[in-house]
């Protein structure tokens, strides 16, 4: 076994606004383990696709890109993500729903997804790797010692996503999110390769109507449970 093998993985998979990436953020920093945003990856990958004038048809472009991507995460003074594409900072530009969407049109490609794998699994260090996506559990990381499925209500995502949109200033109808959302779902989950579906050892865990403390607590629960430990 390679010592990076040796390295547990929690993977949180789920839906979009089910909450994910915050609670993998908040998992990692109480353990003191990496993060890695793969949905970030394809963000930046349709980011820098428009930025070059490469179309969504064109798989062996798009699959260039991602293989080149020059990207890189940081922590903010807030401790809030940020990240910078060839050095430029694109963490709002990478969050926006047109993003969201380019996001989800190239990662339906195998080609991209082939290119963005051994950059995830490189994430992978001691003392640990906290990974957020749609396929960590079932492709990437198919040996995470904890994998985790997050799911809410769409009523519910679309308010959350809804309130962050807000807070930053963006004016979005709630009935266009929820018909994004729904479609966004709907084209992850029925597309052949890599579809969202839980891993058949997945917990399931609805954050419906729960705060964040109390999500993330379930999951630090339940590591504790199964004596999940860092390595090195
Ligand atoms: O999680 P996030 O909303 O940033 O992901 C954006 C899109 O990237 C998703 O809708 C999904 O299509 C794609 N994605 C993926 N596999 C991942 C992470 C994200 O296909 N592991």
Redesign the pocket.
Known sequence: MSRQQGVPVIAI?GP?GSG??TIARRVANALGWHLL???????LVALAAERRGIGLADTEALAGVAADLNVRFGTGADQDEEIWLDDELVTEAARTEEA?AG??AV??LQPV?DALLSRQKAFRRPPGLVA?????GTQ?FADAVLKVFLVATPEERAKRRHKQLKDKGIDVSLAALSRDIEN?DR??SERPV?P?VPAEDARILDSSGRSVDAVTKTVLDWIAELGIAGQG
Not at 37 to 43: M, N, P, T
Not at 132 to 136: A, E, I, K, L, T
């Open positions: 998979d979009s994910k990436g945003d793969s949905g970030a990856l394809y963000r969201g996001a989800s990662a339906a997804r957020d996506g749609r396929d960590m990437v966004r084209r992850d890599a969202l």
